[in-house]
């Protein structure tokens, strides 16, 4: 801002008075607020000491102690560290050019360095009255009480104030002669509990000895001092602290003793912060002030000597409300028009805010035609927790992840972030395909935006179920405060939810020796567990079974031997041996199931030469028995395949037992399925009618090689000695499976058959 037109504009002249010391540039702050000088000085031109004295007729006086608070004013440090200077127009050693349209004040900046070497800056400061004085006018600073009121001068036709003619006692000319007479409680000896009031009358001087600044200044008659001061009293007006100075000053005009009220009241409550807001509470009338009828004029709030529109104050969300009886200012925690420092104590992010909230009240009453009140209470909220906010603004339809954390006030910057494990500067993320920059907003603060595409490497994927995905980005924002140099890590998370996921496909095709099965990926690499024929894939399963792996960029490949743990044999018949594999994905998180089952039929001359092959169904064996205990002849040949009913062999013409006859020039392979369990201590015998379990097979071959084809059916499902019986030549279906057909051909042998 430029300082030269800043001061035109307020009409404050700041001069110096001597070549003690040029005035740096910038060093010093200054403005006209209201009803005070304000004086800032920088704090990076503080020295190892520093004060302010004023200056005037009667000498120099340093700002100082109790001096300060009774003669009208308040030295503090801002968050920034700047040292600030208010001083009421009405303070001690304040000049009144002008009655009551013009005020200056001689103050001298003292700065000295560690040797005690005293450097010091003289400025005259010089303010109009911009708005005119209001009869009567409170004001409650941090450090102390303020009244005064327009001086009256019979006759007056202005309420609250009296006169007596001729005068009872004999008063000297000027405030030597004034007398102020305090109401105090009388206390009773119950804690707390007053017995009614008493009058105390002192002279002037003896009101200045304890602490009150009683004088008249232009038109005005005032009233100063600091809290606590002897004869003030507190009071709860509406559950709301405050202190009293209930005070009547009698003074002499000319002939006439005249009485001013001169009672001041101030809240002490401090503001107090609820949930995400600080609030500061005060009564809406204040009773001991206000003498009904009275009518309230409205309360507003300014920060930092400057009132606030209404649509200011909306816009930065501060909140005027009455509730019984009281007026509460709300103002968010972090609003623009205070100062927000950070903090970082054991990993945790905290803030602290300073607002220079003030408000000013009106009313009418039967006493006063018009009476302002002034209360400064700047706010102090210090190491507040706070959680840095993750804002998600990702726009799904761009399939970006936008990611914002913050409001940071200035003393925060990013260094930068760990994205997947990776450490990336601000230099780095064009370079990796992320987009990071740091984004303003009106009130000073600001936030860091992250942006990566949802095909990042960095976003991880995870199926939800039915065809819908979420994709997850973390990062870690690498943060850095000033100038303490505090680092803060905060960790954040967006995620968003999609049906776009193409699944897995299952295919699958017969070839000479078995059946291919093909798993087309879709467009999501995830966790799926792979099962053919009901046993999960993994190395130790190919290995054994013989399975055949192909891998490509788009599928992949499982070739399934035909005579393989993994294939399901469903029928024996003329056509030849029909089986099918299923594949099966089962998904680890979610246990959706995908579900393919390929079925082929191998005909009789595509089988294998010189093997019979044998399908044993028990289903109506009784008592029942378990196939997977059945072998033939030879007990070491078991069968290749079972399941709860049958049991599948597959077998050379010269193994297992099988035995060889050749009769009318017919070759004759017979064997036998026999029900042999072993038998373990724990287990129970079988029964003899189990042990009794017969079903012979084979088949028959022409010498000359000419192929004939018959099929036979055993006689009995029972567990009883069976022989071969020929049957009419057809094949014998049951709800679409093959069953129990005998097989007699030209080298390639397939039979069906049950007990």
Known sequence: MDHTKMLCFIWLCIVPISDSKSIPIGMFR???????????????????????????????????????????YTVVRDLLGDLVLRASYLACNVENQQVDSEFQLLVWFVNADVHNEETSYPLLLTCPLQQPWSPREIVCEETYMEVSVLKPTPPDHQKGTEWMNPAPVSLEEGVSGWRVVFHVPVMSQEPGEARGMREETVPVEVAHLLGYRINSRGSRILLRCPYGSRLSYPVQVNGIEMELVSATVFYKHQWTLLRVDTSVACTTRKASVEGTHIVWTFPHAVSPLVQPPATDRGVRVGVGGQYLSSCMAQQRGYQVQELSGRVQIQVPFGAEGGLVKSHVIDGEYLQSYFLDLFYLQE?????????QQRSFRPVSVLRQPHTPRVI????????????????????????????????????????????????????????????????????????????????????????????????????????????????????????????????????????????????????????????????????????????????????????????????????????????????????????????????????????????????????????????????????????????????????????????????????????????????????????????????????????????????????????????????????????????
């Open 30 to 72: 200054t403005e006209c607020q209201d009803r005070h000088f304000w004086l800032a000085v920088r704090s990076n031109v503080l020295g190892y000491t520093f004060r302010f004295d004023v200056e005037d007729d009667h000498g120099v006086r340093t700002i100082t102690g109790p001096w300060a608070a009774e003669c009208g």
């Open 392 to 755: 998600n603004s990702t726009v799904v339809s761009e399939g970006v992840f936008s990611m914002a954390l913050g409001l940071f006030p200035p003393d925060v910057s990013l260094v930068n972030v760990t994205v997947a494990g990776e450490t990336v500067s601000w230099s780095k993320a064009d370079g990796l395909g992320l987009g990071l920059s740091q984004v303003p907003f009106p009130n000073g603060s600001h936030a860091f935006l992250l942006q990566a595409p949802f095909s990042h490497p960095a976003v991880s994927q995870q199926y939800l179920g039915d065809r819908r995905r979420r994709y997850t980005l973390s990062v870690v924002f690498n943060l850095l405060v000033s100038p303490e140099a505090e680092l803060y890590r905060h960790p954040a998370t967006v995620e968003t939810d999609l049906q776009d996921v193409v699944l897995p496909s299952l295919a699958g095709e017969c070839m000479a020796r078995g059946v291919k099965l093909l798993l087309h990926y879709g467009n999501m690499d995830t966790d799926w567990a792979v099962y053919v024929g009901g046993e999960r894939l993994d190395w130790d399963v190919v290995q054994v079974e013989g399975y055949n792996l192909v891998a490509q960029k788009d599928q992949f490949g499982v070739d399934v031997p035909l005579y393989s743990q993994g294939m399901t044999y469903e029928g024996l018949g003329m056509e030849g041996l029909l089986v099918s594999v299923q594949l099966s994905l089962s998904h680890l998180d979610t246990g959706e199931n995908i579900t393919y089952r390929q079925r082929c039929l191998f005909p009789v001359q595509e089988l294998l030469d010189g093997r019979i092959i044998v399908l044993v169904d028990t289903s109506a064996v009784s008592p029942p028995i378990d196939p997977e205990w059945t072998s033939l002849l030879n007990p070491s040949c078991r069968p290749l395949h079972t399941n709860l009913t049958r049991a599948l062999f597959s077998f050379s013409i010269d193994t297992c037992g099988t035995i060889k006859t050749l009769k009318d020039n017919e070759l004759s392979y017979a064997n036998e399925v026999r029900y042999t369990p072993a038998v373990l201590p724990h287990m129970t015998p079988p029964s003899i009618h189990q042990l009794s379990f017969r079903v012979p097979v084979g088949c028959v071959h022409p010498v000359d090689g000419q192929p004939t084809l018959s099929i036979y059916e055993s006689q009995s499902h029972t567990p009883s000695p069976a022989s071969f019986r020929p049957r009419k030549r057809r094949a014998l279906r049951t709800e679409g499976h093959w069953k129990r057909p005998l097989v007699r051909g030209q080298k390639m042998h397939i039979a069906e058959t049950g007990g």
């Open 363 to 371: 009313w009418e009453d039967a006493q006063w035609s018009l009476t």
